[in-house]
């Protein structure tokens, strides 16, 4: 698949917004942090679109990418990547 500029820049504009949902709804820490969730995103969108050729319906594209499709694999692999490899869930709240 040979991508052009538009299609580039949605991939990685969808990894970046999955690497950031990935940490703040999952509160997982990744390894190198949100470069190694964003890497986890752009390899699993890929994954999802690419290889396993899933499509969601309904689907919205933009640039021939669908972009549901695409957040769901990026959000899929980083979580997985994060409980994996991750070092562990983040803790929220305050200990006294």
Known sequence: MV??????IVFLLI???AAWLAGMFFGV???FGFVGAF????IGQWLM??????LLAPEISYAGIPIITALVGALILAFLVALFVGGGWRRRG???
């Open 29 to 31: 820490r990744y390894p």
């Open 15 to 17: 990894a970046a917004v």
């Open 3 to 8: 991508l052009s500029l538009e299609q580039l």
């Open 39 to 42: 890497v986890a995103a752009l």
């Open 49 to 54: 679109i690419n290889v396993f050729r899933i």
């Open 94 to 96: 305050r200990y006294v």
